[in-house]
């Protein structure tokens, strides 16, 4: 592999603003960390605004990897577009958790997080490194998502 993959790789984790469930967070910080990979975990109850604001303290970091359990994440991202448009926010954005309230989440669910610009909605925390994996080889790839 090329230069990239000697170096450590930086993620910026947090739990989306009106969301204060930790535990999978803590357990993904953990994980990501034992593997050699260096968080910075802003923890929970985090606004677009503080996720620009550690990118732009990291910007080495090769993705924002937002949690959300309680379904609001939808709204808790509404800012996002703005700070995509003033490029603070000129990562992949990948969100995963529980993403909707009350039923499974469904396609038109997906769709308007993505509409707002998020590149990967993960349903599933297994297909995390997957997709941490792509990161690796080409982040354009995470785009298509």
């Known amino acids: 592999m090329g230069e990239k993959s000697n170096t450590r790789r930086t993620f910026i984790l947090g739990v989306a603003e009106s969301d204060c469930h930790v535990v999978a967070n803590r357990l993904i910080a953990a994980s ?16 677009v605004a503080d996720f620009a604001a550690a990118f732009a303290a990291h910007p080495e970091a090769e993705a924002v990897l937002i949690g959300s359990i ?20 000129d990562c992949p954005i990948v969100v995963g ?45 995470v785009q298509a998502g």
């Open 32 to 47: 990501l960390r034992d593997d050699g990979f260096d968080v910075i975990n802003l923890g929970s109850c985090t606004s």
């Open 70 to 89: 309680n379904g609001h994440a939808f709204d808790d991202l509404a800012d996002l577009p703005a700070m995509r448009a003033q490029g603070l926010l």
């Open 97 to 141: 958790g529980r993403l909707s309230v009350g039923r499974d989440l469904s396609d038109e669910h997906v769709q308007r997080l993505h509409d707002l610009g998020v590149d990967v909605v993960c349903t599933d925390a297994a297909d995390l490194y997957r997709v941490l994996d792509l990161l690796r080889e080409d982040a354009s790839m």
